[in-house]
């Protein structure tokens, strides 16, 4: 399916942030499964997602076009992209609070501005541009305290540095695969993409089962199937976001995310927000906001336009 040719921010900025909400659930369960390994985790996070996918399509009846493709390159590529940083992102959820892992998870959507507009060539004005440095700002508060405690020479502990060096180089392969999923998206159904991003990924995950797999607890169990499930859920629905607007629009979005995991990570894990966190978090949603805000007036402009341009009959 083509990329619409009736653009609709609102709508790319909805199905973003549901996305975003399931994809910190799908998080939530993964960090529960405590001593799973990455790939072990990639496995059940992939090959659960398949299922949600495929009732949908059967229930439409669009199994055959689902299947149907004519990109198997682009999406094998997206696949190995894909996996990789998926599994550094969950070594990262591992090592570090929810919170945190979170905050380092936001260069990829500050990355993806940067790809979008240089190799996409899409058109990110001045307002987007600061919205995005507003956010960054926001993050770098957050983090605050651990630049302090770098700076100041106390250092990190080995769980913490490859904790923040995952998380990092997860970010930079996630953006990586957005890309790939926006030139998708130009020929390919939402469940086709999401369908052979999951396959590629099980296949690739259970290579890593001689490198030591363990038996899940009937909690983990539950938890993986979970993480499977809604990850499927969301990645559609994000997938399907892509749609609907330029990737530079959407991308700041993610940091949605920011205010939910701190939540989640209090209530769940009792992980205790800093003053710096809650003060990042709320600068970071302003400038959500602001995008929010002027997207509706530019599509409100545009729609005035285009009735001011129709002839009258």
Not at 91 to 94: F, I, K, M, P
Not at 97 to 106: D, G, I, M, R, W
Not at 232 to 247: F, K, N, P, V
Not at 310 to 313: A, D, K, N, R
């Given at each position: 399916?083509?990329?619409?040719?009736?653009?609709?921010?609102?709508?790319?900025?909805?199905?973003?942030?549901?996305?975003?909400?399931?994809?910190?659930?799908?998080?939530?369960?993964?960090?529960?499964?405590?001593?799973?390994?990455?790939?072990?985790?990639?496995?059940?996070?992939?090959?659960?997602?398949?299922?949600?996918?495929?009732?949908?399509?059967?229930?439409?009846?669009?199994?055959?076009?689902?299947?149907?493709?004519?990109?198997?390159?682009?999406?094998?590529?997206?696949?190995?992209?894909?996996?990789?940083?998926?599994?550094?992102?969950f070594?990262?959820?591992?090592k570090?609070?929810?919170?945190?892992?979170?905050?380092?998870?936001?260069?990829?959507?500050?990355?993806?501005?940067v790809?979008?507009?240089?190799?996409?060539?899409?058109d990110?004005?001045?307002?987007?541009?600061?919205?995005?440095?507003?956010?960054?700002?926001?993050?770098?508060?957050?983090?605050?305290?651990?630049?302090?405690?770098?700076?100041?020479?106390?250092?990190?502990?080995?769980?913490?540095?490859?904790?923040?060096?995952?998380?990092?180089?997860?970010?930079?392969?996630?953006?990586?695969?957005?890309?790939?999923?926006?030139?998708?998206?130009?020929?390919?159904?939402?469940?086709?993409?999401?369908?052979?991003?999951?396959?590629?990924?099980?296949?690739?995950?259970?290579?890593?089962?001689?490198?030591?797999?363990?038996?899940?607890?009937?909690?983990?169990?539950v938890?993986?199937?979970?993480?499977?499930?809604?990850g499927?859920?969301?990645?559609?629905?994000?997938?399907?976001?892509?749609?609907?607007?330029?990737?530079?629009?959407i991308?700041?979005?993610?940091?949605?995310?920011?205010?939910?995991?701190?939540?989640?990570?209090?209530?769940?894990?009792?992980?205790?927000?800093?003053?710096?966190?809650?003060?990042?978090?709320?600068?970071?949603?302003?400038?959500?906001?602001?995008?929010?805000?002027?997207?509706?007036?530019?599509?409100?402009?545009?729609?005035?336009?285009?009735?001011?341009s129709?002839?009258?009959?």
């Open positions: 399916m083509p990329t619409s040719s009736n653009p609709s921010p609102m709508r790319a900025i909805a199905l973003k942030v549901t996305s975003v909400a399931i994809f910190l659930f799908m998080s939530t369960c993964i960090k529960s499964a405590d001593n799973v390994p990455p790939g072990e985790l990639v496995f059940f996070r992939s090959f659960f997602a398949l299922f949600p996918v495929l009732i949908f399509v059967i229930a439409r009846g669009e199994l055959r076009a689902a299947l149907k493709t004519e990109r198997p390159g682009g999406h094998i590529l997206r696949g190995v992209v894909g996996v990789t940083g998926m599994s550094f992102l070594l990262a959820l591992t570090l609070p929810l919170p945190e892992a979170t905050v380092l998870n936001y260069a990829t959507p500050l990355l993806l501005v790809l979008s507009a240089l190799v996409l060539k899409e990110v004005r001045l307002y987007r541009w600061s919205a995005v440095l507003v956010g960054m700002a926001g993050v770098v508060i957050v983090i605050s305290p651990r630049l302090t405690l770098l700076s100041s020479g106390a250092g990190m502990n080995s769980n913490e540095i490859i904790g923040v060096a995952a998380a990092l180089i997860g970010a930079c392969f996630a953006a990586t695969a957005m890309l790939t999923t926006r030139a998708l998206v130009r020929t390919e159904q939402s469940a086709t993409i999401v369908i052979y991003f999951s396959l590629t990924c099980s296949l690739f995950a259970l290579m890593t089962a001689p490198f030591g797999w363990v038996m899940p607890t009937p909690q983990q169990w938890l993986l199937i979970s993480a499977g499930i809604a499927g859920i969301a990645q559609i629905l994000l997938t399907e976001s892509y749609r609907h607007a330029d990737m530079s629009i991308a700041p979005f993610e940091y949605v995310s920011l205010i939910l995991s701190v939540a989640v990570g209090y209530v769940i894990f009792g992980d205790i927000p800093t003053a710096q966190m809650l003060l990042g978090g709320l600068i970071v949603v302003a400038a959500g906001i602001f995008v929010i805000l002027r997207e509706r007036r530019l599509g409100l402009e545009r729609t005035e336009a285009k009735r001011v129709t002839p009258q009959g």
